[in-house]
């Protein structure tokens, strides 16, 4: 590949996520949602905490302890930011490729030069924006709110977590788009998926209250990781098998997970050029 | 049914009828959805809240739980608590959002267009969604009870009529929203969000005594919330918020003002939607 062509690429990733962009901001009421949920979702999780903790000093040294910290707000409003960010990264390729089908305008990008990362992962971009600020909400409403106290430090260090989670989750929601494609089908796939990383990866617990055989696969998935190793980060509670082991364990994890979703896109590409499926839906 | 012409209340009942086995039937067409009915309420919220109770459990028992709401049974708690989570989210998506679902197809003017009252449209989808809701929420029941041990008391028959009360509360709070559904036009995120805040609120995920305050107060003013209680109180031994008696009258009290006002404000919207030619604009 020639300089020529990669600057063409970067530029086309760009336009792509100009686009994706574009369209966010032509509907205003998403800027509700994306304010909304980030704050109401997790506050749900506190206050039932606060029911199951019933003021007890017992029941509160029992979550203590199992999770490494006493900030409750913190532990729930981590978890359910790293599932927001997951469910936009899950819903956002796929139904952009989809989307693309259902308009009509699918095969004629796959008719133009650019390369196919850039169909896959342009629209990715834009919601970078979002996640930077879902978790820049989270952090506000830790901090005024509960009385979180995040140093600059623990802050870059929650960034290099979110950014050493980015091949992981990014490649996840690029094999995502692919098999999406191939299927035609987004939202009970989305659901199944976020179903199994909401019971399997701590959104609202600690992976290790899961019986041993539910553990086991949690060590598996890159938000487990994701999640634990903010909460370190930022709560300094215990981390899943050591902080430089995670992120170590996320970063392989992404970048098997994204060469497996460039594999299975160039196949599920060849697989809708042979038999013409890409403008079926 | 345009104002002045006479209701024939038979052909109108007939009419629900026919609507809830048409959505009925199209839901049937779709397993898959069917299934997401059951499975989707357990891995999203039920799961993840059992988990986190667990984390707050002290030699197996919830005895903070116990504190604030009365009863150590933290699976009984929560999938009643997903009963009427279920009633609720009925009235929003099913009975409400479905005018968004007919605007989006084109369908909403010409169906409006038929004898039948638009009231019966709401009436029809009403019985199919609560016929759905309850056949999911007592899967999820029986689940409870036999994979993760909820102890459901026989004395729960006690509830069922407050559950037939707050049936038709359900069908007041899906004329208002969807009163509210057809003048908003792009309604997905205010149906989303007052949903899950009708149902916070209810105390379906937690006991509503950990409410603050002002939040509390809005949360007596929900016919779900007595309803939950009661059902509560009769399946698991839980503290009653309010006295039996002040529940139960709550409850009469709803229903009526609830269907009411829903009924009016829907007749209202209806009427100016008609004067200014809106119905097939979305």
Not at chain 1, 40 to 54: E, I, K, M, N
Not at chain 1, 125 to 146: D, P
Not at chain 1, 205 to 227: E, G, K, M, Q, S
Not at chain 2, 33 to 60: I, K
Request: hydrophobic content about 55%; some cysteine; glycine content about 10%.
């Amino acid at each position: 590949m020639t300089a020529l062509a990669i600057s063409a690429d970067l530029r086309a990733f760009g336009a792509a996520g100009m686009k994706e962009w574009r369209l966010l901001r032509r509907y205003p009421s998403m800027f509700l949602g994306f304010l909304f949920w980030p704050i109401v979702l997790p506050l749900a999780y506190v206050l039932q905490a606060r029911g199951f903790a019933g003021d007890s000093p017992a029941a509160l040294d029992a979550f203590a302890a199992r999770t490494g910290t006493t900030e409750i707000a913190g532990f729930l409003f981590l978890g359910w930011a790293a599932y927001m960010w997951i469910s936009m990264i899950l819903w956002g390729p796929g139904t952009a490729l989809r989307t693309e089908q259902i308009r009509g305008s699918l095969e004629a990008l796959f008719l133009t030069p650019v390369s196919r990362l850039v169909i896959l992962f342009g629209p990715l971009v834009s919601q970078v924006i979002w996640a930077l600020w879902m978790f820049g909400i989270v952090g506000g409403v830790l901090v005024v709110f509960f009385g979180v106290s995040i140093s600059p430090l623990e802050a870059v260090r929650a960034a290099g977590v979110i950014l050493v989670a980015v091949p992981a989750l990014y490649g996840l929601g690029a094999l995502f788009a692919a098999v999406v494609l191939r299927f035609g089908e987004v939202h009970a796939m989305v659901q199944g998926v976020r179903g199994v990383f909401t019971v399997f990866c701590g959104m609202s617990f600690p992976i290790v209250i899961l019986p041993d055989w539910a553990h086991r696969v949690a060590l598996t998935l890159p938000p487990t990781y994701l999640i634990g190793d903010l909460r370190t980060a930022l709560l300094g509670s215990t981390s899943i098998v050591g902080q430089v082991a995670d992120l170590a364990i996320l970063l392989a994890l992404g970048i098997c997970i994204s060469a497996a979703a460039i594999i299975v896109f160039r196949r599920t590409e060849r697989h809708a050029r042979r038999g013409g499926s890409l403008a079926q839906y | 049914m345009p104002s002045g012409t006479r209701v024939d209340s038979g052909a109108e009942l007939r009419a629900a009828w026919a609507i809830a086995r048409k959505e009925l039937r199209v839901a049937l067409r779709y397993p898959m959805n069917a299934v997401n009915e059951v499975l989707q309420p357990l891995y999203q919220f039920l799961l993840p809240s059992l988990l986190l109770g667990a984390t707050f459990l002290v030699g197996g028992r919830a005895i903070g739980l116990e504190a604030s709401a009365g009863t150590n049974d933290l699976v009984g708690f929560l999938f009643l608590g997903m009963l009427v989570g279920g009633l609720v989210s009925t009235a929003f998506w099913e009975i409400a959002f479905s005018f968004k679902r007919e605007m989006d197809a084109g369908t909403l003017e010409p169906a409006w267009l038929t004898p039948t009252s638009p009231r019966t449209f709401v009436l029809g989808r009403a019985i199919s969604g609560l016929a759905i809701s309850a056949s999911a929420s007592l899967i999820l029941l029986v689940l409870g009870i036999l994979v993760f041990g909820a102890s459901i008391s026989p004395g729960v028959v006690l509830a069922i009529p407050a559950l037939a009360l707050v049936g038709f509360s359900v069908l007041g709070i899906g004329y208002l929203v969807a009163a509210a559904v057809l003048l908003i036009r792009e309604p997905n995120f205010f149906v989303d969000a007052t949903s899950f805040l009708f149902s916070m609120a209810s105390g379906v995920m937690f006991p509503v005594l950990v409410l603050p305050l002002f939040v509390r107060w809005v949360a007596y003013l929900l016919p779900s919330t007595y309803a939950l209680d009661l059902l509560r109180v009769h399946a698991i031994g839980s503290r009653p918020l309010v006295p039996l008696w002040i529940e139960w009258v709550a409850l009469v009290v709803f229903a009526g003002v609830t269907l009411w006002g829903g009924l009016r404000a829907f007749g209202w919207t209806e009427h100016r939607m008609r004067v200014r030619g809106a119905l097939g604009q979305h």
